[in-house]
């Protein structure tokens, strides 16, 4: 089983990246996804999830507007387009998957699957 996410750099204020997870060793449709982010000395946070079919997504508050999580069923990938990024963005990012739980999009505490995470750093 793995998560390998890809896509992370060193971008401007205002920039954008997006952040790639590739899945494999498990089937794709069986998860939904979330993608989370740890900055030094803080603790992991949610930043979206996206449902197996992509119909249902969510995002954490702060970050609405300037995120959007997609993906490629075809491709077992999973994207996280971020723009007008910001220095208090800078963090590893992290792929996860989960199963539905209730219906509901799975959070940090139901994810089953992680990846190695990616750094994206924000420069003022």
């Known amino acids: 089983v793995q998560l390998q996410a890809s896509g992370g750099g060193l971008v401007q204020t205002g920039g954008s990246l997006r952040l790639s997870c590739v899945a494999s060793?498990?089937?794709?449709?069986?998860?939904?996804y979330g993608w989370f982010r740890q900055a030094p000395g803080k603790e992991r946070e949610f930043v979206s999830a996206?449902?197996?079919?992509?119909?249902?997504?969510r995002y954490a508050d702060s970050l609405k507007g300037r995120f959007t999580i997609s993906s490629d069923n075809a491709k077992n990938t999973v994207y996280l387009q971020m723009n007008s990024l910001k220095p208090e963005d800078t963090a590893v990012y992290y792929c996860?998957?989960?199963?539905?739980?209730?219906?509901?999009?799975?959070?940090?505490?139901?994810?089953?699957?992680w990846g190695k995470g990616t750094q994206v750093t924000v420069s003022s």
């Open positions: 996860a998957a989960g199963p539905l739980v209730g219906g509901t999009l799975p959070d940090y505490g139901d994810m089953e699957y």
């Open positions: 996206i449902s197996r079919n992509g119909g249902s997504t």
């Open positions: 060793g498990f089937t794709f449709d069986d998860y939904a």
